[in-house]
């Protein structure tokens, strides 16, 4: 069983950057594959970023390339999202995800736990 706290929204103006964080409890965070998701008001969720356990491979999706850098302290439990340059289309709840294996990292069906969420809005 696995834990996820999602941390760090907020509001923030257009051009502006906040990094949220995930906390993971148990002991076999680093075997997970980890992902952000978010989802905007009257929108589907939608994949943002996941991470494989090593650390070394991960996945953007094209609307966030180059502005958002997912990441992860396997020591802390902990993942992360800088997000950078931020536009009004980024505001949505941000989750946090996790899943056993390293593949379908796009796919939320694919994951087995979730967080419960933190809001970004980015004023104009």
């Known amino acids: 069983q696995v834990q996820l706290v999602e941390s760090g929204g907020g509001l923030v103006q257009a051009g502006g950057s906040l990094r949220l964080t995930c906390a993971a409890s148990?002991?076999?965070?680093?075997?997970?594959?980890m992902g952000w998701f978010r989802q905007a008001l009257g929108k589907e969720r939608e994949f943002v970023a996941a991470?494989?356990?090593?650390?070394?491979?991960?996945l953007h999706a094209d609307s966030v390339k180059g502005r958002f850098t997912i990441s992860r302290d396997n020591a802390k439990n902990t993942v992360y999202l800088q997000m950078n340059s931020l536009k009004p289309e980024d505001t949505a709840v941000y989750y946090c995800?996790?899943?056993?294996?390293?593949?379908?990292?796009?796919?939320?069906?694919?994951?087995?736990?979730w967080g419960q969420g933190t809001q970004v809005t980015v004023s104009s």
């Open positions: 991470i494989r356990p090593g650390s070394s491979s991960t």
């Open positions: 995800a996790a899943k056993r294996n390293s593949g379908g990292l796009a796919y939320g069906r694919e994951y087995d736990y």
């Open positions: 148990g002991r076999t965070f680093s075997t997970y594959s």
